[in-house]
């Protein structure tokens, strides 16, 4: 299990072991003999890159479902229609497109105003679906061009391969935010207040062990546990989706480093007190359930209104997860990340500081 | 004699292993509950100590303040000549505790949680030194959660006694415990003795104190109602035996009364069809005692006597079964 077995059994039959290495040890085993710990932290992540990767594909050539309302000329409109390879186009009466429009499964509905003019076409849509006005061009386009309209000029297209922009970049990054959150979570402050259930806590108390060397174990068994899941996320993304990091792999390192402290200070903050499971459980909840959604780990913080954004870059969640993206997506250097920086070593220290002082350790 | 005053632990010490005076704790609250009302005892260096007593007694309250657990709301703890709150590390590398319910690390084998509370005392038994004594060597590798409540009881001694303590705290070490695991726990108990260990207990078995402990304290909400040897504060009551008998109908008080006179009767007291009498000499008591039931055409249906134990102590001391309220 432990590098240099023999060395360390020399060592340890010489002079007793450390506590800070005694204590990180034992967490450490406890941890991957927990197998379903090691799914949560280590493969659900990845399955959600899995997942997320191939529904959220750049899709090479996409159809799209648009429907072409019963009447005189639905029959011809139809037949424009279907020359184009992106369009699906199915004829409908207009209580079951309104229906389909409503339930998403259709974008597009279009329509004659006058059953005497072909000509008097209605497209009915909702603007703010994503793809609608898409679908919308290029059913215009597809019907101008059927009924006489004449291109100015005929453009080639070249296509843009490189890796980079696909939703998995995106996304890796979240997720590696989202990991470093749960970890603290529950690798520091879950922990916790089950060792103060246990009343294993209050035992350690009763010992000379060090708090301090309590607390520095809890944060580096946190980082070892960091490194496969950091590492896995990132070689997985690679292998099956061709996934690249574009900047430094040593600012990486250090803003995961930072990501972590943040976290574990906040979980500290967490186990402080709470004296039950329920209360801890109620906890995390309160302060992970809204950075899920609020930080941007899964679709840019950017769609929330503007006047948001600055509260938004404030949470604890944000920071790591820009900064990465910043690294990671765009290539930025470690030093453009400093406002982000900032902003987590004050979630840092600010936690850190309040656990000292409410902390719970006898009981 | 110069051998008789070395064997005496008051003159071999000096100073006392625990000394509490006046110990008050006040749990905030409405109404604020009193949990210990003023303690008072000392223990000697190699002494074994019982606090006994019923559940609510303050019998944890008091070993957890002793232990640096708790804050007495006031009162003075020393613990091996030195006060809590000043140097805590250099008491705490001389006790060894066991708490009254820990549940440790499900996942950990014997030998790691051993090895794990070794690293924390700067002397000490080596963790296998600690796992044979408590008879746990072949558990060695097995995980906290796989053994059997005896087992993890005595894990909870290893895990006290490997930092090689002056003085070892045990708080109820065999509750709930068969009586096989039990005497086991005991055994491990007087080895410390044997070893010139101090050790303070607490326990709700009467027997337990009068096997292990040189003296004891039983407690009774939150105070101490006496204190001494056990064969002393059973010798106090002045008779050292016990009738107990059960009848086929409830007795009359004309029938107590009788049997209250009989020679050598100190007390008989009776709840329904059962009966309890402390008698000096069970041969002038019980021939008596089956003349009259029978006279009185009562059935018996059950006789016995025995020694007067600690339990009989406190209920002679409470009016209340100690039994009754575990």
């Not at chain 2, 625990?18 to 509950?33: A, D, N, R, S």
């Not at chain 2, 060695?140 to 290893?158: D, E, I, M, P």
Request: glycine fraction near 8%.
């Amino acid at each position: 299990m432990c590098l240099l077995p023999k060395q360390v059994a020399i060592w340890r039959r010489k002079c007793k072991l450390h506590p800070i290495y005694s204590i990180t040890l034992t967490r450490l085993k406890e941890f991957i003999r927990r197998p379903e710990a090691v799914f949560w932290v280590y493969f659900f992540p990845i399955l959600m890159v899995l997942v997320l990767g191939i529904a959220f594909r750049n899709q090479t050539q996409e159809v799209f479902p648009v429907d072409v309302i019963e009447g005189p000329h639905a029959a011809q409109m139809k037949q424009h229609l279907v020359q184009s390879a992106q369009i699906n186009a199915t004829i409908i009466d207009r209580e079951s497109s309104r229906k389909r429009l409503r339930t998403g499964k259709t974008t597009l509905a279009i329509s004659a105003r006058d059953p005497a003019d072909q000509r008097s076409i209605d497209y009915l849509l909702d603007p703010q679906r994503p793809g609608a006005l898409q679908v919308r061009n290029l059913v215009d386009d597809r019907l101008q061009t059927a009924f006489g309209r004449t291109d100015a000029f005929t453009a080639t297209q070249t296509e843009f391969d490189e890796p980079g922009g696909t939703f998995v970049d995106f996304l890796v990054p979240g997720l590696l935010g989202i990991g470093l959150m749960g970890g603290g979570m529950w690798g520091v402050g879950f922990a916790i207040v089950d060792m103060r259930i246990r009343k294993l806590l209050k035992r350690y108390m009763a010992t000379p062990m060090r708090r301090s060397d309590f607390l520095i174990s809890m944060l580096i068994s946190r980082l070892v546990f960091m490194v496969p899941q950091v590492l896995l996320l990132i070689a997985f993304s690679y292998f099956l989706f061709d996934y690249r990091v574009y900047g430094s792999l040593l600012a990486v390192t250090v803003l995961v480093f930072v990501g972590a402290m943040e976290f574990a200070a906040i979980g500290l903050v967490v186990g402080s007190r709470a004296q039950t499971l329920e209360t801890a459980s109620g906890l995390m909840n309160l302060v992970m359930l809204p950075m899920w959604t609020l930080c941007g780990a899964f679709f840019s913080y950017e769609r929330f209104p503007e006047f948001f954004h600055p509260v938004i870059r404030l949470l604890p969640l944000t920071p790591i997860i820009d900064s990465l993206r910043g690294v990671m997506m765009e290539g930025e250097s470690l030093l453009q990340q400093w406002p982000e920086m900032l902003v987590m070593v004050a979630w840092t220290v600010i936690p850190f500081t309040v656990a000292m002082v409410i902390f719970r350790w006898r009981d | 004699m110069p051998a008789t005053v070395s064997s005496d632990p008051i003159a071999r010490t000096g100073s006392p292993a625990i000394k509490c005076e006046g110990l008050i704790k006040t749990y905030p609250g409405k109404p604020p509950v009193e949990a210990v009302r003023g303690i008072s005892f000392e223990v000697q260096q190699g002494e074994c100590y019982g606090v006994l007593g019923p559940n609510g007694a303050g019998k944890t309250t008091t070993i957890e303040i002793l232990e640096g657990l708790l804050d007495a709301t006031s009162g003075s703890a020393e613990v091996l000549g030195m006060r809590w709150g000043s140097n805590d590390a250099s008491i705490q590398h001389r006790i060894g505790v066991s708490l009254q319910e820990t549940r440790l690390s499900d996942r950990l084998t014997v030998g790691e949680i051993v090895s794990l509370f070794r690293s924390f005392y700067a002397k000490g038994i080596t963790p296998e030194e600690a796992l044979r004594r408590t008879s746990l060597t072949e558990k060695k590798n097995a995980w906290f959660k796989t053994l059997s409540g005896g087992q993890k009881q005595r894990l909870a001694v290893a895990t006290a006694l490997v930092g090689d303590p002056d003085l070892i705290f045990l708080d109820e070490p065999t509750t709930g415990l068969d009586p096989g695991s039990r005497r086991e726990l005991w055994d491990i108990v007087k080895s410390f003795g044997a070893a010139g260990k101090t050790v303070l207990l607490t326990t709700h078995y009467m027997e337990e104190a009068e096997q292990l402990c040189d003296r004891v304290a039983i407690f009774d909400a939150g105070k101490i109602i006496c204190e001494g040897p056990p064969r002393e504060l059973i010798r106090a009551l002045g008779s050292e035996h016990v009738v107990e008998f059960s009848t086929d109908r409830p007795i009359e008080q004309s029938v107590i009364d009788q049997l209250n006179k009989i020679p050598s009767v100190d007390q008989v007291s009776s709840t329904q069809a059962d009966c309890r009498m402390s008698i000096g000499q069970p041969h002038i008591v019980l021939p008596e005692l089956i003349r009259q039931l029978t006279d009185q055409n009562y059935g018996l249906t059950e006789l016995a006597t025995r020694s007067a134990s600690l339990e009989d102590v406190f209920v002679a001391k409470t009016g209340r079964h100690l039994a009754e309220e575990v």
